[in-house]
């Protein structure tokens, strides 16, 4: 494996460019299309009961001036109830009566159900990007950090070029069976460590084994019936985290992906910040770019890429501080006025 010069983080800008929704608007998108429509009733009928109790969101009403909560907000307030053994009035975590793991459920195929559709003919900016970088003979020497569940750069990267590996920082179970996923060669590998898990992957937790599927969206499948695991046959269940729960860190491949990135990054020249605002809720990759930051020298170059049609000149502003305030060598970074379909068509030199 070459060493790694750039590391590109791909934030939720990123697939917004391709056509996904942004966090704000996931929710929406899904009631506006399915809540009619739909092959799965009780999982939409029970996500509008709790939409309902939780946040006084009637899903049958116009949609179009609906607040709802993040996608982020919504899970983590599940999974934090989950963690502390506690209840909510009406939605216990009993283990003869789960609602609260039920509805945890439930949002998790909501998001695949939407970036299943949403992304079904995306518009290219990935692909575009990895083509560059192998034009340009820099494939082997960039990295990414994807803080997305969708799979656009797997994709762009095993379809467009199959000579090339992709090391997601994690041993999966396809490694052992013939003719599936084979193990990445080291002299042909492209890091892709996927911080808060995978659309793709399928987590035993019974024989804490992780499942690739290549090209495929399994977790959406999850809402028809159970995936059991190859290895020991127990239901498979999805590896997705929210980036505000630090819980999720003590997933034992999580922990994996987090520790690899960190050694990835230590050694890069330059990380590429391409539609991420760089949350302050986003605990986990600041505490690892600050921990980057204060062992390691030298320093690499930050670069942020993060406009697009009809951004605010303040928005930028305040994302720009954000980015600033945070690093402790400023003339480092650089806030680009750049979208990510120019970055993935042009670069920046």
Request: proline share 5%.
């Amino acid at each position: 494996m070459a060493a790694v010069e750039d590391v590109i983080f791909l934030g939720a800008g990123a697939s917004a460019s391709e056509g996904a929704p942004v966090q704000k608007d996931l929710f929406c998108e899904f009631f506006r299309t399915d809540r009619t429509n739909s092959s799965h009733p009780e999982n939409i009928g029970r996500l509008a009961k709790f939409f309902r109790d939780f946040f006084g969101i009637d899903v049958r009403d116009p949609l179009s001036d609906t607040m709802f909560p993040s996608f982020e907000e919504t899970l983590g307030i599940l999974e934090i109830a989950m963690d502390r053994g506690e209840s909510f009035r009406g939605y216990s975590i009993a283990t003869g009566a789960p609602d609260v793991q039920t509805i945890r459920e439930d949002l998790i195929f909501l998001i695949a159900l939407v970036l299943n559709r949403t992304l079904q003919n995306p518009k290219g900016h990935h692909r575009e990007l990895v083509n560059r970088l192998e034009r340009e003979g820099r494939m082997l020497c960039t990295a990414f950090i994807s803080l997305n569940y969708d799979i656009l750069i797997d994709n762009a990267l095993t379809e467009l070029h199959p000579g090339i590996d992709i090391d997601y920082g994690v041993e999966f179970t396809n490694y052992h069976r013939e003719c599936n996923w084979q193990i990445p060669r080291r002299e042909c590998s492209v890091f892709l460590l996927k911080l808060h898990g995978s659309l793709n992957w399928l987590y035993c937790p019974t024989c804490i084994s992780l499942t690739l599927t290549p090209r495929e969206r399994e977790v959406a499948r999850l809402v028809e019936h159970t995936i059991p695991c190859a290895q020991c046959g127990m239901p498979m269940a999805p590896i997705i985290t929210p980036p505000t729960f630090l819980k999720g860190m003590k997933n034992y491949f999580l922990n994996q992906i987090m520790h690899t990135s960190y050694e990835v990054l230590k050694n890069a020249k330059r990380i590429i910040f391409c539609g991420y605002s760089f949350p302050d809720a986003d605990l986990l990759v600041r505490y690892l770019l600050k921990r980057l930051e204060l062992n390691y020298d030298p320093r690499p170059d930050i670069l942020v890429l993060n406009s697009y049609e009809g951004k605010r000149q303040a928005s930028k502003v305040l994302e720009e501080q954000r980015y600033k305030r945070f690093f402790r060598n400023k003339d480092q970074v650089r806030y680009l006025d750049m979208t990510f379909s120019d970055f993935c068509r042009n670069g920046v030199g």
